[in-house]
Each structure stands twice: as structure tokens, then as C-alpha cells.
Nanobody, 114 residues
């Protein structure tokens, strides 16, 4: 089992920044991917950004140049730095651990006001 605890969501004005954190604990493989997904009301959950244990990253086109995913393997924590936020970034953001099995965090709300 792997437990994921997310933090850092909140309300911010358009153009502002937020930093999300996701701390993993439990039976963590040394080789894993971690990712951030988001789900807006009435829409499917979609990938925002992902990072491998080696540090390779990929991003959704909608966030490239604005969001940065990073990880601290010593702390088993992944971060999502979100800059230049837009109202359309508003969603519940979920952390995902991708290893032998996949696990989801509980989600954290991000609301961007115009």
C-alpha cells in the first residue's frame, strides 16, 4: 500500500501562483512515476504533469511554460509549481503514484478567480 497526502490548494486570483505538494508513504518502489491530474466539474480527470523517478517530465499543452513538476526522492514528495494561473485551471488536483500498483491522493481544490 502507498498513501498519498496532498496539500497546497486554495483560492488565488488570476495571474497568481500556488504550489502543490504530495507526500508519499508506505511501500514505495525505487522506480516509480508520479503525476498530477485535475478534474473540473462535469469533466474527465486529465493529466497535468508527470515525472519519472529519474526526473524526466511531461506536461499537458495547456500548462506548458506555466507549471513545473519536481520531486524530492529523499522525501518521497512531488511538487507542482503553478504560475500565471487562469480561471480555467480551477479544478480538483489529484496526485497519482504509478508503480507496481497505482494509487491516488484524496485531491486538493484549486480555485482561480478572474
Amino acid at each position: 500500500q502507498v498513501q498519498l497526502v496532498e496539500s497546497g490548494g486554495g483560492l488565488v486570483q488570476a495571474g497568481g501562483s500556488l504550489r502543490l505538494s504530495c507526500a508519499a508513504s508506505g511501500n514505495i518502489s525505487s522506480i516509480n512515476h508520479m503525476g498530477w491530474y485535475r478534474q473540473a466539474p462535469g469533466k474527465q480527470r486529465v493529466l497535468v504533469a508527470a515525472i519519472t523517478s529519474g526526473g524526466s517530465t511531461n506536461y499537458a499543452d495547456s500548462v506548458k511554460g506555466r507549471f513545473t513538476i519536481s520531486r524530492d526522492n529523499a522525501k518521497n514528495t512531488v511538487y507542482l509549481q503553478m504560475n500565471s494561473l487562469k480561471p480555467e485551471d480551477s479544478a480538483v488536483y489529484y496526485c497519482k503514484y504509478i508503480g507496481y500498483r497505482n494509487y491516488w491522493g484524496q485531491g486538493t481544490q484549486v480555485t482561480v478567480s478572474s
